[in-house]
């Protein structure tokens, strides 16, 4: 734990050389946007863990970044799925009008939280997916 | 569920999804697929595609926010998150090509145990 924990309070350790990127960083938004793209998941599910276990950031800035890089993941695929025309506008809407004004309390609420907590609450909710998906197997 | 009600329930749930999202770093769409199949009946692939389109604007909303707050570092998601575009053009190919259930297991398994990490990292000693 100490050691971890360490390396997470200095953050990310290696200033990258690919376009300016920590080569990790790159693995995991192309690993993040392939899983996506398999499973239809969103990429956060992927990326949070890994930015946090291997590339050493800290919890809540994991989750920041997981959030900034699904704008340009999930742009792409509404543009497929658009051209497709599967996206349903009105339900769309609708969920939308909701998960804006949540979007706010909940990125405040990250802003706020203690990191323990925050781990433990995304571990729960990563633990509750996975079940989720096991049985939906 | 038909009309005014299922857009109630739309709004009501977003709220929850998008706080939800926000807290946890996700899109949101791992908890809306499944309310737009089993509760709206919406047919799987519209679900998805729907759930995407509220993923955007949700992960805008909190990015902004996080911004002003000085939390994480925007440009950089934004950067490397264009490369994982890409690599989701590639998934959505590579989906096509092989077996679903394999890889829905294998995806579980490893979520399980980060999930058991994480809870072990975080409760007290």
């Known amino acids: ?66 959030l900034g890089a699904i704008i340009p993941i999930s742009l792409a695929s509404v543009v497929i799925f658009g051209a497709a025309g599967k996206v349903r506008l009105v339900d769309a809407a609708a969920l939308a009008a909701g998960s804006i004004v949540g979007a706010r309390i909940g990125a405040s609420a990250l802003a706020r939280i203690e990191e323990r907590h925050l781990k433990l609450a995304f571990g729960l909710f990563l633990g509750a997916v996975s079940i989720l998906m096991l049985v939906r197997q | 569920m038909t009309g005014i009600v299922l857009v109630a329930a739309l709004v009501a749930f977003g709220l929850f999804t998008g706080a939800g999202a926000g807290l946890l770093g996700v899109g949101g769409g791992i908890m809306m697929v499944p309310f737009l199949t089993l509760a709206a009946g919406v047919p799987q692939h519209a679900a998805e595609a729907t759930s995407l389109l509220v993923v955007l604007p949700t992960a805008i909303v909190a990015s902004v926010v996080l911004q002003r707050r000085g939390i994480g570092n925007l440009s950089l998601a934004l950067r490397f998150g264009v490369l994982g575009a890409g690599g989701g053009a590639l998934g959505a190919l590579l989906a096509l090509a092989l077996p679903a259930h394999v890889l829905r297991l294998v995806f579980a398994l490893f979520l399980a145990g980060v999930a058991v990490r994480l809870v072990r990292d975080a409760l007290p000693r």
């Open chain 1, 1 to 66: 734990m100490s050691e971890r924990a360490s390396a997470a309070a200095m953050g990310p350790v290696a200033e990258g050389r690919f376009a300016g990127l920590d080569p990790r960083l790159l693995a995991i938004g192309v690993m993040g946007g392939l899983l996506s793209g398999l499973l239809g998941v969103g990429g956060g599910v992927v990326m949070v863990p890994l930015l946090v276990l291997w590339a050493g950031y800290r919890q809540r800035d994991a989750h920041a970044l997981s």
